[in-house]
């Protein structure tokens, strides 16, 4: 398989990238369920918010990768079966889910460093707190991620029954190309 995308189906680099992705934001998304029911006397108190903020800025850096790839590795064309509505669903959903992707991890981060300290990752460097002096900051950064979230989860859900119904009932190559297979 290789690297890069063809105008028949993504390359190699995409397909990891995206399904990571998939994969990182529900186990994110799990995560930071469960932590937050975590008691004072739990051992994950520390453990599952440190992990919950190392994956997320491990993604932050991934999909800063992603957007670069994207220009230099351009998707492959919309199957030809797709009409102009269909196009433009496709590309503003795309855009809302990268848009939402960094507005979480914005609002994760100002949840962070709202007390003014840096965020360590798994132990192995920190990202400063550069802003730490909004008001409410924690507070509301707290309840934007929360819903922002929510509408992540829910709209990359959306997305993957969208890619089922091209499967299943349209019969075209929209999921198989993010599998590696030809159109």
Avoid: C
Wanted: net charge positive.
């Amino acid at each position: 398989m290789q690297l890069r995308n063809s105008p028949s189906r993504y390359g190699v680099v995409s397909i990891i990238l995206h399904w990571g992705v998939a994969l990182a934001v529900f186990g994110l998304f799990g995560l930071g369920l469960w932590m937050v029911g975590l008691d004072y006397y739990s051992p994950w108190r520390k453990a599952g918010p440190d992990l919950h903020k190392s994956i997320g800025l491990v993604l932050l850096a991934v999909m800063l990768l992603r957007v670069v790839w994207r220009f230099i590795s351009p998707p492959p064309p919309a199957p030809t079966n797709h009409g102009a509505v269909t196009r433009l669903a496709a590309k503003l959903g795309h855009l809302a889910l990268y848009l939402g992707l960094f507005a979480v991890m914005v609002a994760g981060y100002l949840i962070s460093t709202a007390d003014g300290v840096g965020i360590p990752v798994f132990g192995l460097f920190e990202v400063p707190a550069l802003i730490s002096d909004l008001p409410d900051q924690a507070d509301v950064a707290g309840v934007v991620h929360l819903w922002l979230a929510w509408g992540l989860v829910i709209f990359a859900v959306l997305h993957a029954l969208a890619a089922l119904k091209h499967h299943f009932i349209d019969r075209d190559a929209t999921l198989t190309r993010m599998l590696g297979r030809k159109a």
